[in-house]
Structures are given as structure tokens and as C-alpha cells.
């Protein structure tokens, strides 16, 4: 009988983890179809405008809707099934996507169209990724959930790397029309591959009966939920701050490296950032992280503030082509063991909102850092280490004077930040100690088993 038992919960294990690859299959060819979009569509309104502001508005306007509106769309998707939920964020986006294709072919879609599709496509977006990772609690074993983390991120590697590319050359053959309804039909194989399989529903916890009430209160409870955790509190927090850093480095990267080469040698650094990250990706799909996942988390956090400090001295090309490795390695590791505490320590009820309001949180600091960077290195760090500048006859001595050199400067500073914020982080007992304090909150045959915390 007992032998029964377990061969019945082997089969229900490989089901949920079969059904949570064909999930990822869709999203997978969905976020490529996205990244041709995205692409296409950036060149568009820059060949047009030549206006720059215009360009990163395309950015601005595709990330902040979705961040304002995940509170309420967590508290749906905690409501809701949560297969419609992704459904419904698949067939908005594809929607928003078809109209600013019949505008293209009619010749009619302006800048201004654009802007208005990409932030209801955002919105709608803000459903999707609560919905997938707290499907993705129900569907793998708490083991392999760093494993099914590092395979999202796999995906949104593969992404990255093919769409430009595969963007580049379409347009050169079938036009921006053409890619842009390739996107659409992305979208419906990725609704497709989700009315294929089964999602069960959560079991009901006392978090969650505890969180009910008006769309208002189920959102704030995202909130609730974790400020009463004080270890996922200085995570989420911990999280902000590094992408503040993130925020800035990613924005200045181009020109700390135009500063003293060629586009051609930018090109190449930045495929070597996009194979770290698909080389981070693998291995945390093959290795899953340590055992111990918030030391992930810490300990790759400090290889990225050292590379960052290190780009930031005299400019070798090779030397940026090794801190954007293993800057780009360490991402995927560092989301990935925090995703897996998270989904690992959130009862599973709650997880779409509780997921939204970290999403908001954790991405807030990077409007502000997209913003802070340009006046940062225009208006304070070049001018100190220009020729003749405040600081060029001091550090300008170790890490030289003239253009690009006040980014460098700043580069140094952004990683000497992130190492000292990884210190702090570690220093604060409720965050090191997050996954032995609190207990590990899993799904099996059904019902919410939580077992002692992680030692």
C-alpha cells in the first residue's frame, strides 16, 4: 500500500513538472516574439524621430503600467484561476500587438500609438508573472524550484540573444509588418500551450482566508504579508537597492565603453553579457543553487560588485568583456535563489499577490535609477574627472582623466555601494537566517504541508 502511495506521488510529481514544461515552451516562444516587437518597433521610432527621449519613452511606457498596476492584478490572479489569468494576459498583449500591426499597414500608426499599446500591453502583462511563478509553486517540487527558476530565466536569455539578431534580419525581408504579426502569432501559440494543460487550484491556508475582503485590502495584503516577515522584508528591500545599482550600470555601459572604442568592440561585449547570462541560466537549470539559497543570493551579489568596482579602473576592452561575463553570470543565479526562497516560504494562496507587491517594490528603484544615471555622469562625475576637473589630479591619477572616465569613477563607487549593501544584508540576522526562521510552505496531493524550516 505504502509502495502505491508513492508511485502515486512520483506520477503526480512528473506530471506537474511535464505540464510546467509546456507552459514554458509557450512563454518561451512568446517573450522571443515579444523581443522582435520590442526591437522592430525601437528602430521605427528612432529612424523617424531621431529623437532619443522618444526611443527610451518606448521603455518608460512598457515598464512603469505594469508596475503601478500589479497589486490589483495579484489580487486577481490570487482570485482567479490562474491559466485564465496568464490566458488573459497572453490575449491582451497579442491584441495590443495586432492593432499597432492593421495601423502599420494601413500606414497610419504614430509614435504616440505606440506609447498607448505598449502600456496596455503592460498592464496586461502585470498578470503574467505573478500568475507563472505561483503556478510554477504548484507544479515543480520544492527541491527543483531554483532548477524550474533557472530555466525562466533560461528562457528570457534565449530571448535576448536570438530576437535582435532574428529582428534585424526579418525586417530586412518581411518588414516591420510582417515581424510584428510573427509576435501576434507567438502569443496564440503561448495560449494555445495553456489550454492544453491543467493548473489545480491552491488549497486554502489561513494566510489566505486571513487576506480575503475587498479587491482594495486582498492587494494591500501583498504587503501585509511580508512586512510581518521581517527576512522577506530586507530581501525585497535588499533587492530594490541592488537594482538601483543595476539600473544605473546597465544605462551607462554604452557609453562608458564608446568612451574609448569602437561600436563594432560594444556589439561584442554586449554577446558576451548575453552568453554569461544564458551560461548563469544553464547552470542554475542544471545546479538548482546551494543548499543554503539565500547565500546564493549574498555570495553572487558580491562577485557583481567586484566586477562592477573593477570596470570602473582604466579602460581595457578585455576587462570588460570579463565583468560583463560574470556580471551577467551572477544575475541568474542571484534571481534565481531568491525566487526559490520566495516561492518555497509564501503560502501558495496569497503567492499572486504577495509576488505582485514584491515586483512593484523590487522594480521601483529602476525608473528612478534610468533617471539618475544621465544627470549622474553628465552633470556631476565627468565634469570631476575631465581635464583640469576637481578630482583629476587626485584618483584621476589611478584611473585617468578625460571622457568616460567620470562613468568609470562612478562604476567604482555603484560596486563599492553593492558590496557594502551585500555586508549589511548579511549583518541582519532576520534576512541571513530567512529560510531557517520561517517554515517551508509546500503543496502535496493537494494539501499545504509545512514542514520544519530549512536547516
Sequence with gaps: METGVLTSSRRATAQGFRTFLVIWAGQLVSLVGSGLTGFALGVWVYQRTGSVTQFALISLSTALPGILFSPIAGALVDRWDRRWAMILSDVGAGLCTLAMAVLLLLNRLQVWHI?????????????????????????????????????????????????????????????????????????????????????????????????????????????????????????????????????IVGVLFTPLVLSFTTTAVLGLLLSVGGGGFLTGSLAMSIWGGPKRRVYGVLGFNLLLGTVLFAAGFPPRAWILGVAAFLAYFSLPMINGCSQAIWQGKVAPDVQGRVFAVRRMVAWASLPLAYLAAGPLADRVFEPLMAEGGLLAGSVGRVIGVGVGRGIGLLYILLGGLLLLTTAVAYLYPRLREVERELPDVVVEDGEVVRSSPSR
Design 115 to 247: 506609447y498607448i499599446a505598449m502600456a496596455v500591453s503592460s498592464a496586461f502583462s502585470a498578470f503574467q508573472w505573478p500568475a507563472y511563478s505561483a503556478t510554477t509553486t504548484l507544479l515543480v517540487p520544492q527541491k527543483h524550484l531554483g532548477r524550474a527558476s533557472g530555466m525562466v530565466q533560461l528562457g528570457q536569455a534565449l530571448a535576448q540573444i536570438v530576437s535582435p539578431t532574428l529582428a534585424g534580419v526579418l525586417m530586412g525581408i518581411i518588414r516591420i509588418q510582417g515581424v510584428i504579426l510573427i509576435d501576434f502569432a507567438t502569443f496564440l501559440f503561448a495560449v494555445f500551450t495553456l489550454a492544453m494543460v491543467r493548473i489545480p487550484r491552491p488549497p486554502t491556508t489561513e494566510e489566505g482566508k486571513a487576506g480575503e475582503g475587498s479587491l482594495l485590502r486582498e492587494a494591500a495584503y501583498g504587503w501585509t504579508y511580508i512586512r510581518a516577515r521581517p527576512g522577506l522584508l530586507g530581501l525585497l528591500f535588499f533587492f530594490a537597492a541592488a537594482n538601483f545599482v543595476v539600473g
